[in-house]
């Protein structure tokens, strides 16, 4: 269908095509969040809402759960029902008292779900002046090649120019994300990055996408499948086009986001209902933060300290106090839907077998998971999400073209932008970019853009340079700087100019 719009020079229906088979049931849930029934009480509201999060989860149960574990009764335990018996016993227990409550409140209007409109959302508007978009999308059959669609807006006319690439360039690209997942993980990977990072941008062409961006100044990357694990703004690119962009010439393979700051989307669709968002009112910033639940983070523990001088109100779950009882009180959660900034300084992980398994971890070896998340949490002002923890920012690549991660649990929840990590992150880096980050971000017009600006910082800053800032702008205190320093003795200088301790964390959303 894609090939076939293409083909008839009908590119927005080309583009369109794309985006109805990505994120579905995400941007679903994101349409109808908020819709009620007209005569609804608030109480009755909180109970629409807890009835579609709870339709929701044992949904996306039902998709994710392992083909092993949805099997019939054996023989035995002939009485005992199968799980998948049992998510979908619940799921129409649900359904049905959600239609009880329908029938009750009588409006005839009213439908349990939003429909995705078969249209683009305003291209005009959800593009900024000077900024591109490209969406990629990679068929499920490799011999159908892969697509990469350029947006650009000028004045008022929006240009969508499709870039079909064949089946011999799919199998580039298929190897160099076979090799760069290869052996995620391990000490050989750190050492491969910057050569597989070659490779990719050379795979996707990179500088064939980008040679008539002469007046773009920012970047929306929309991923697909297996590109939602890739570094996609670290990935070196030839000076030519970054020079014709106006960021003048230098070496050969510099980062793309050193000629454009880049925002990542899962789709145009999730980015336009980010956007509609109502406006924060900036006076005030409020802070919540977990830190370091299992007391094994010590630059996390301090890190929120750190943190804490910086916003006001605030409020911390230290520790061992850092439980899912915690988190569930009522003054807690209180203060949850006021924050425009949440923090999670903590152990994390990611099932890439099972995204419902994806967690942050608590204290008392307690698991924030995704259904957690997307059942319980509520942080409808949340401006900024920082996942200053592992593997964060993975998304399920494999089952569906859905977008299904803890950053997709949080747009749920209420974040307009998630920054998170592709992967185990170097813990004083981390902690370094991210103090970096919530510093500058006041002066930039945005997380994306302060964001890179915090990680060229980390890249280029010296030992010397990032002990005399966490003294003298961070405000730590002499035992802090001193850790700092006995830990930088073990790097060269600059100690975090290789991409591997730098370019790990994302800006997805606003």
Request: hydrophobic letters at 35%.
């Amino acid at each position: 269908m894609v090939q076939a719009c293409i083909n008839h020079q009908d590119y927005p229906q080309a583009l369109l095509t794309v985006e109805r088979s990505k994120s579905r049931t995400l941007i679903e849930l994101l349409d109808s969040a908020h819709l009620y029934p007209k005569n609804a009480t608030d109480e009755q509201k909180q109970r629409i809402s807890d009835l579609r999060r709870q339709i929701a989860m044992y949904q996306q149960q039902l998709a994710y759960t392992s083909s092993n574990t949805l099997t019939p009764t054996t023989e035995n335990n002939p009485n005992q029902p199968s799980p998948e018996t049992l998510i979908r016993q619940q799921l129409q227990a649900a359904n049905q008292q959600f239609q009880d409550l329908l029938t009750e409140l009588d409006d005839p209007n009213f439908t349990l779900t939003q429909q995705v409109p078969p249209q683009l959302p305003d291209l005009r508007r959800l593009l900024p002046p000077q900024t591109a978009l490209i969406e990629w999308y990679l068929p499920t059959e490799a011999d159908s090649g892969f697509y990469a669609f350029l947006v650009t807006r000028q004045n008022e006319q929006i240009q969508i120019t499709p870039h079909p690439f064949n089946a011999e360039d799919r199998q580039h690209l298929d190897q160099a994300i076979s090799d760069y997942r290869s052996d995620y993980g391990q000490p050989s990977w750190n050492q491969q990055l910057p050569q597989r990072l070659e490779t990719l941008s050379a795979a996707l062409q990179l500088p064939r996408l980008l040679g008539d961006l002469s007046q773009i100044q920012q970047l929306i990357l929309i991923p697909h499948r297996e590109l939602h694990l890739i570094p996609l703004h670290a990935l070196p690119v030839p000076s030519s086009p970054l020079s014709r962009a106006g960021r003048g010439a230098g070496g050969e393979g510099k980062p793309l986001q050193d000629g454009f700051p880049v925002q990542y989307a899962p789709s145009c669709q999730i980015l336009n209902t980010l956007q509609q968002r109502p406006p924060l009112n900036r006076e005030t910033v409020p802070f919540f933060a977990i830190q370091n639940p299992t007391e094994d983070l010590n630059y996390a523990e301090w890190e929120v300290e750190l943190l804490l001088r910086q916003f006001s109100p605030h409020q911390v779950l230290r520790r061992d106090k850092a439980t899912q009882e915690n988190l569930s009180q009522p003054q807690t959660q209180t203060f949850l839907e006021q924050s425009h900034a949440v923090h999670f300084g903590c152990h994390g992980e990611f099932d890439d077998r099972n995204p419902l398994n994806a967690y942050l971890r608590l204290a008392n070896q307690e698991k924030l998971t995704f259904l957690d998340i997307f059942n319980r949490l509520n942080i409808p002002l949340c401006r900024l999400l920082v996942l200053s923890a592992c593997k964060t920012g993975l998304v399920e690549t494999s089952h569906t073209d859905d977008y299904v991660g803890l950053s997709s649990a949080f747009f749920y929840a209420g974040a307009r932008t998630v920054v998170a990590s592709l992967w185990n992150v170097d813990e004083l880096a981390a902690t370094l970019v991210t103090l970096r980050l919530y510093q500058i971000l006041p002066d930039y017009p945005s997380v994306t853009v302060a964001l890179q600006a915090a990680q060229t910082w980390l890249r280029g800053v010296s030992c010397d340079d990032i002990l005399h800032w966490l003294k003298h702008e961070q405000k730590a205190t002499p035992e802090e700087v001193e850790e700092v320093e006995d830990r930088l003795i073990l790097f060269n200088d600059p100690p975090f100019a290789e991409a591997c301790y730098w370019s790990a964390f994302t800006a997805t959303g606003l």
